[in-house]
């Protein structure tokens, strides 16, 4: 277990020490004793938050409400920069579900989720505390991500898969970072706009615009937090110019690209999720 130190933030950050056999998904785990008011940045990835510690995680979203334990959030939770996390001696286990397997795995359409966030043992019930307990009686925390793994590679290959078609134009819109005309995409895989548009959105949770922005952004985003000029991220990741990265890291933060380039939860990132996670 790493320690990640970023101004008064100190977390505990664990790896597995081999990439997952399910394509689309990985894990790390977070143990946290003070956890202040961490602003929760949009992913490209459905995040599967899994609790186990003596603490509890609070989440404040920006209608007032707030989620406690382990939750379910869609892609791009956390825009608007209105969804923070707090608590003291948190442990979890967090899970970046490529929305091609998130479907399968939850047992719930994506749809229902957009950049919602949901708590967990409204989708699986008393599953959730099952896991919750089990977590916290293993002892080490690549056993925890072997059974973690384990579980819900048996979800995956129980639930319904997403088309194939849909599933090229994600892996399109992510193997090209969001460099990609969304009009050409319907042509390409032989269906009409309307179709795909529809198959899209139902079963990753979101049309294929908000894809492709979500995808740009989150690049360009790690590009700002490695120390990358602001005009030379707008130039290379697809951006007008660099007002309109402005623009966009405003909408999915509520943050300047300065300020937000020192936020924690991407800065973590190097050490938690080697290579971005599993997101395409």
Same mark, same amino acid.
């Given at each position: ?15 597995? #020490? ?20 961490? #602003?929760?940045?949009? *992913? ?51 899970? #970046? ?46 056993? #925890? ?26 892996? =399109? ?42 995808? =740009?952004?989150? *690049? ?23 007002? *309109? ?36």
């Amino acid at each position: 277990m790493a320690s990640f130190v970023h101004g008064k933030a100190v977390w505990d950050v664990a790896c597995p #020490r081999r990439p997952s056999p399910v394509s689309g998904l990985s894990m790390a785990g977070f143990r946290v004793r003070d956890l202040d008011a961490l #602003r929760m940045v949009p *992913h490209p990835a459905v995040t599967l938050l899994l609790e186990f510690g003596a603490g509890t995680p609070v989440l404040d979203c920006s209608s007032g409400r707030q989620q406690r334990g382990s939750i379910v959030a869609g892609p791009g939770f956390g825009s608007g920069g209105a969804v923070r996390a707090s608590g003291e001696n948190v442990e979890c286990v967090q899970v #970046r579900l490529s929305p091609v397997i998130a479907r399968a795995v939850l047992g719930a359409s994506l749809s229902d989720l957009d950049d919602a966030v949901v708590p967990l043992d409204e989708l699986w019930g008393r599953e959730a505390s099952r896991i919750r307990e089990r977590l916290g009686d293993i002892a080490s925390w690549q056993d #925890r991500f072997a059974w973690t793994e384990a579980l819900l590679a048996r979800r995956y290959e129980a639930g319904p898969p997403v088309d194939p078609e849909v599933a090229w134009a994600w892996h =399109r819109i992510a193997g090209r970072r969001g460099l990609t005309r969304v009009d050409a995409l319907a042509a390409e895989v032989g269906w009409s706009r309307k179709r795909l548009w529809s198959r899209f959105r139902t079963q990753l949770g979101l049309p294929p615009k908000h894809a492709v922005k979500l995808v =740009r952004f989150d *690049h360009a985003a790690h590009r700002l937090v490695a120390g990358e000029a602001a005009a030379r991220v707008a130039a290379e990741t697809g951006y007008a110019d660099q007002s *309109h990265l402005h623009r966009d890291v405003m909408t999915f933060t509520g943050a300047t690209p300065a300020n937000m380039a020192r936020e924690p939860f991407l800065a973590v990132d190097d050490l938690a999720w080697p290579g971005r996670g599993a997101t395409p």
